[in-house]
């Protein structure tokens, strides 16, 4: 059973940074699974906004390349998501997952929220 915990969220300024972290845990295969970020806003679907696969091929969504960095660290098991240049429909819960064996696994999510 693989657990996901992120943090790293919070309150920031237009413009401002913020770095979300999701260690995982729970599985033998983590270090070959994609692991994903994704985020959902207030009356809006949950989009994918990055992913990074066991190998280190990463994929962004259009709005937040070059702002955005997705990045891992397999010997502890955990994904970062470096997050520059804050706009305000940024704003959103975000959540990491893995899908490991047929079984999509999320996070408890995090709120970033980009308001002055």
């Known amino acids: 059973q693989v657990q996901l915990l992120e943090s790293g969220g919070g309150l920031v300024q237009p413009g401002g940074s913020l770095r979300l972290s999701c260690a995982a845990s729970?599985?033998?295969?983590?270090?070959?699974?994609?692991m994903a970020w994704y985020r959902q806003a207030p009356g809006k679907q949950r989009e994918l906004v990055a992913d990074i696969t066991g190998g280190g091929s990463t994929y962004y969504k259009d709005s937040v390349k070059g702002r955005f960095t997705v990045s891992r660290d397999n010997a502890k098991g955990t994904t970062y998501l470096q997050m520059n240049s804050l706009k305000a429909e940024d704003t959103a819960v975000y959540y990491c997952?893995?899908?490991?064996?047929?079984?999509?696994?999320w996070g408890q999510g995090t709120q970033v929220t980009v308001s002055s």
């Open positions: 729970g599985s033998t295969l983590i270090r070959f699974l994609t």
């Open positions: 997952s893995i899908h490991d064996r047929g079984t999509d696994y």
